[in-house]
Structure formats: C-alpha cells, structure tokens
C-alpha cells in the first residue's frame, strides 16, 4: 500500500464519505471486537499503521476508498508471491486490464497461477480469498486450463510475473 499519512488519511475518509465512526463500525466488523471512533483517531496518529496492511486501518483504506488494482499488485507483489506458493500454486501473473493499463476504481485483478500436483478447488477458492482480503479488490484467479483454447495464448503471452 501507499505510504499515507494522517492527513491524507483523514482527507480520503472525508472525500469518500466514510467517517471515523462508520471507520471504527467497519473495524468492528473486521475483527469481532469493540471499537470506537476515538481508537481510529488514534490509529490515525499512527501513520505506520496505515502503511501495514495487517493494519485495521489500512484495509479500512484499501476496501473503502476506491483502489485501483495496479496500485494494491504495486503494493503487495511480495505476498501475493508468498500466498500462491503457501496454498499449492507457483508463478503467479498478472493479465488483463492491470497489465494494459487500462484499470480503474473498481476494476478486478485478473491472476494466473500454476497448479502444483494434488492442489484442490479448496487451495485456488483459499488462494482468491486471502488476495481479495490483502488487496481490496476483487480477484479473478485462474490457472491456464481454465482458460478458453481459443483466448489462451493470447492470455498467456499478456501475462507478465507478479
């Protein structure tokens, strides 16, 4: 993610119509615990919290306030790497809109993964999941059999290494 601090933070709250009570309301979903709008004034204070994506505030950012998805694949290329490989999976890549340069607010992420031997729909559903939860955005995860004859070289030669 980028780095942000307090004020911008706060700036982005305010442009997108999110306010530090619905930011505490939203981080109280997330985590299942209590939290009040004066905690986010004072994770606010902490701008290395808005820089760390295990941070509430952070996904508060990252899933709030619109995100393009090349911004979150610059920002997390590293553990999208470590997710795919820790759930089955190597050589994740990056195609479509993202690679073209043609994404947006609001735009997917479109990810092609190898299949290891003995990996499971469970492993590729857990592989979308844990990147949709750590980019804000949401993820099409494919590996090449699933890609239609007749589209896979011409997807294959776009993909470009996370």
Known sequence: MPMINRERFL?????????????????????????????VRSWAQE?????????????????????????????HRAEIRRIVEANMATNPRVFGSVVRGEDKDGSDIDILV????GE???????????????????VDLLTPRDISVKFRADVLAEAVPV
């Open 11 to 39: 700036a982005l709250l305010t442009e997108s119509g999110v306010t530090q009570v619905k930011s505490a309301g939203l981080i109280a979903e997330q985590t299942q615990r209590p939290c009040s709008a004066r905690t």
């Open 47 to 75: 701008s290395s919290c808005l820089n760390r994506h295990k941070c509430p505030l952070s996904r508060i950012v990252n899933r709030e306030i619109s995100v393009r998805p090349s911004m979150a694949l610059d920002a």
């Open 114 to 117: 190898d299949a290891l031997p």
């Open 120 to 138: 499971t729909l469970f492993d590729l559903g857990g592989i979308q999941y844990e990147l949709q939860q750590l980019l804000g955005v949401r």
